[in-house]
């Protein structure tokens, strides 16, 4: 059974930067998305970045060039770099990895943005 490990989540002021990290317990052989979501109190799970098998990233448009997604299928690992953070951006921070028959979740991290 694959466990997602996630770590980099906790408090920051605005403006400030956070750099979540997740990674597979072991590796997988057919890897197809590694991707961080985040969900809000009272609202739905959003997609925040992903990295496709190809390499290829996404990102939710709330993003807007803040953050950085790196890592992948080579690794396992996804790293997600935030820069400029915003009181909007404060929820728990959960890893997905996606292979072509099942999908993982991690336990998730908290990220929280206020002064």
């Known amino acids: 059974q694959v466990q997602l490990v996630e770590s980099g989540g906790g408090w920051v002021q605005p403006g400030g930067s956070l750099r979540l990290s997740c990674a597979a317990s072991q590796r997988v052989q057919d890897f197809n998305v590694m991707a961080w979501y985040r969900q809000a109190p009272g609202k739905q799970r959003e997609l925040v970045a992903q990295i496709y098998s190809s390499g290829v990233t996404t990102y939710g448009d709330f993003v807007k060039g803040r953050f950085t997604l790196s890592g992948g299928r080579a690794e396992n690992k996804v790293y997600l770099q935030m820069n400029s953070l915003k009181p909007e951006d404060s929820a728990i921070y959960y890893c997905?990895?996606?292979?072509?028959?099942?999908?993982?979740w991690g336990q998730g991290t908290q990220v929280t943005v206020s002064s």
């Open positions: 997905k990895l996606h292979t072509a028959r099942i999908e993982y």
